[in-house]
């Protein structure tokens, strides 16, 4: 994902450069994440409406600075959108030989991201509102309540497991680890006893589940043990039942953060911050965010989310090829 530009060396690849037929004069310079880069030039403050001679410091790509927007109150940090990361801050020497998870070259010199994405987590959520939820929108349109508030009650109906109900949430293909386009959605082990909460249960543990796996994968890759304490803000974030869901399947305290907006609007900011002087380091995010509530990891639910995680896993493997024919 980095193109002509060689994370390790912090410099522009020539050879590639060479191999793309371009000058290696058209390359901007390269400057750190936090320095000034320019000032807002008097063209630039006409057409934006900022001030002229205003900093510009380059900050870093959207995860990037949502990492930093969601502060250092957790070993990591989950942003729940329609796709969602899994990160681990590593020095720059750690990356995946096998190229399944990507390394996102750090705003701080010398350290990284080790990442992986998966395509539809929020996705698989929309999907099943849009398509399994008629009862929920009624009952929340009666209540003039947020639909989701039904949605998570009914899927709660559900112990733990779903009842052996497995939901792969490739509903866009799947990027980490599999990176494969054909990749497609589907509930495994459906019978007879299962029961729509059971079908809105297993999404929502399909898609944590893998969450769950990308970090297993990404502990293991950086020699570290899993993380302990986690962060996680964004849209799904606000349910009860995901949260819980993500400390009982990863086994560790996930603290719900209360942002007062975006996480990653807020790290860019503290970027600009850094880059002018005005914060010592990225730390300083801490003081615009606070946990609106800490959940515990069930420890007899860890157990059969492993159980399901190695089920999991075997999934995509098995169905590989079927999915390469689903046109």
């Not at 899927?155 to 509903?171: D, H, K, N, Q, Y």
């Amino acid at each position: 994902g980095y193109m002509a530009y060689d994370y390790k060396k912090m410099a522009w690849d020539p050879e590639i450069i060479r191999a793309a037929g371009l000058r290696q004069e058209l390359f901007p310079e390269i400057v750190s994440g936090r320095e000034v880069a320019g000032y807002v030039t008097r063209q630039a403050a006409a057409e934006t409406g900022l001030a002229e001679g205003t900093p510009v410091v380059p900050g870093g790509m959207d995860g990037q600075v949502a990492n930093i927007g969601a502060g250092t109150l957790g070993e990591t940090n989950f942003h729940l959108g329609t796709s969602t990361t899994a990160r681990l801050h590593v020095p720059a020497d750690i990356t995946d030989p096998e190229e399944r998870y990507e390394f996102w070259a750090g705003i701080q010199p010398g350290t990284g991201d080790l990442a992986g994405t998966m395509n539809a987590f929020g996705g698989s959520i929309a999907w099943m509102r849009q398509n399994l939820c008629d009862r929920e929108e009624k009952l929340a349109a009666q209540a003039g309540a947020p639909i989701f508030d039904f949605l998570a009650e009914r899927a709660a109906e559900s112990p733990v497991g779903a009842r052996g109900l497995i939901f792969l949430p490739f509903l866009q293909g799947e990027r980490t680890p599999y990176f494969d386009a054909k990749a497609k959605g589907c509930f495994l082990g459906l019978s007879m006893h299962h029961t729509d909460a059971d079908l809105k249960r297993a999404v929502f543990e399909g898609a944590v589940l893998h969450l769950a796996m990308m970090m297993e994968d990404l502990a293991e890759l950086s020699g570290r043990p899993a993380p302990k304490t986690a962060s996680v803000a964004g849209g799904a974030a606000g349910s009860d039942l995901v949260c819980q869901m993500m400390a009982d399947a990863m086994g560790c305290r996930m603290l719900r953060l209360d942002v007062g907006g975006e996480v990653g609007s807020l790290g860019a900011a503290v970027c600009g911050g850094v880059g002018v002087g005005i914060y010592p380091d990225f730390s300083a995010a801490n003081e615009f965010l606070s946990v609106e509530r800490e959940f515990e990891p069930n420890l007899r639910h860890t157990q059969l989310y492993r159980e399901k995680l190695e089920l999991y896993r075997k999934c995509y493997p098995a169905l590989k090829e079927i999915f390469a024919k689903l046109v």
